[in-house]
């Protein structure tokens, strides 16, 4: 596994794998000029070739949830690898997130990592060119883009998976943490965690974050929505 690094003016350095195109650490200076990583990741490196909690990783073709692995397509059934209770799960058993990624760009702040997926991985039809990048600014914001080309009809969800602690990896939890998210409506899941195809409105429900709310203020609400998931999902 290659290391690769970028990095900003102000004291931010970013680490990387091309295993799953990864974010390893993240490293930067906190108001007392204490050095600290703020994402979750692996010790023992070789976990990035399997990644059991997908940290730091692309995930792909299809992140989240589909329903007993089957989805309709120009009047077909697709049915797709099985490999979470019954249900499909982050692109199957050999995901985005344990591809070898190919580096097609690599500056001081950015870099760009590219995969060619085969019509039929994971059962998924077309084949698929990808491209996600990573950029550091000044400003410590991290501005990642993904970008997807596919020869024939398909399906494609694509995410970023890092775990924050902005109190550092050895910071404890996060519940003293706010939160902001420009969204009126999520979409609803059931008991299983799948997505219902409805779209709910937070107006009045814990999950409400268009303002900036402290992540530990709501998270034993009793919505049906944070039951199913635990908390935060």
Same mark, same amino acid.
């Given at each position: 596994?290659?290391?690769?690094?970028? /990095?900003?003016?102000?004291?931010?350095?970013?680490?990387?794998?091309?295993?799953?195109?990864?974010?390893?650490? =993240?490293?930067?200076?906190? /108001?007392?000029?204490?050095?600290?990583?703020?994402?979750?990741?692996?010790?023992? &490196?070789?976990?990035?070739?399997?990644?059991?909690?997908? *940290?730091?990783?692309?995930? +792909?073709?299809?992140?989240?949830?589909?329903?007993? +692995?089957?989805?309709?397509?120009?009047?077909?059934?697709?049915? *797709?690898?099985?490999?979470?209770?019954?249900?499909?799960?982050?692109?199957?058993?050999?995901?985005?997130?344990?591809?070898? =990624?190919?580096?097609?760009?690599?500056?001081?702040? /950015?870099?760009?990592?590219?995969?060619?997926?085969?019509?039929? &991985? &994971?059962?998924?039809?077309?084949?698929?060119?990808?491209?996600?990048?990573?950029?550091?600014?000044?400003?410590?914001?991290?501005?990642?883009?993904?970008?997807? &080309?596919?020869?024939?009809?398909?399906?494609?969800?694509?995410?970023?998976?890092?775990?924050?602690?902005?109190?550092?990896?050895?910071? +404890?939890?996060?519940?003293?943490?706010?939160?902001?998210?420009?969204?009126?409506?999520?979409?609803?899941?059931?008991?299983?965690?799948?997505?219902?195809?409805?779209?709910?409105?937070?107006?009045?429900?814990? *999950?409400?974050?268009?303002?900036?709310?402290?992540?530990?203020?709501?998270?034993?609400?009793?919505?049906?929505?944070? /039951?199913?998931?635990?908390?935060?999902?």
């Amino acid at each position: 596994m290659k290391p690769l690094v970028i /990095k900003n003016k102000v004291g931010s350095r970013l680490s990387f794998t091309n295993v799953g195109a990864c974010l390893k650490t =993240w490293h930067i200076h906190t /108001k007392k000029n204490k050095k600290i990583d703020i994402v979750l990741g692996y010790k023992n &490196e070789s976990l990035y070739l399997s990644n059991p909690l997908y *940290l730091g990783s692309t995930v +792909g073709r299809y992140a989240n949830r589909i329903k007993n +692995g089957t989805f309709n397509l120009n009047g077909n059934t697709i049915t *797709l690898p099985q490999n979470e209770n019954n249900h499909h799960l982050h692109g199957g058993y050999k995901g985005f997130s344990s591809k070898v =990624w190919d580096i097609s760009d690599h500056s001081s702040n /950015k870099i760009i990592f590219a995969l060619h997926s085969l019509d039929l &991985e &994971e059962n998924y039809p077309s084949s698929l060119n990808t491209r996600v990048s990573y950029k550091i600014t000044d400003n410590n914001e991290l501005i990642i883009n993904f970008n997807a &080309e596919a020869e024939d009809d398909t399906v494609l969800n694509l995410t970023h998976h890092s775990y924050f602690n902005l109190n550092g990896v050895n910071g +404890g939890n996060i519940l003293n943490h706010k939160l902001k998210i420009f969204s009126d409506s999520i979409t609803e899941i059931d008991h299983d965690l799948i997505p219902t195809g409805k779209f709910l409105d937070v107006n009045d429900t814990s *999950l409400d974050f268009r303002d900036s709310i402290m992540i530990g203020e709501r998270i034993n609400s009793n919505f049906y929505q944070m /039951k199913h998931s635990n908390g935060y999902d």
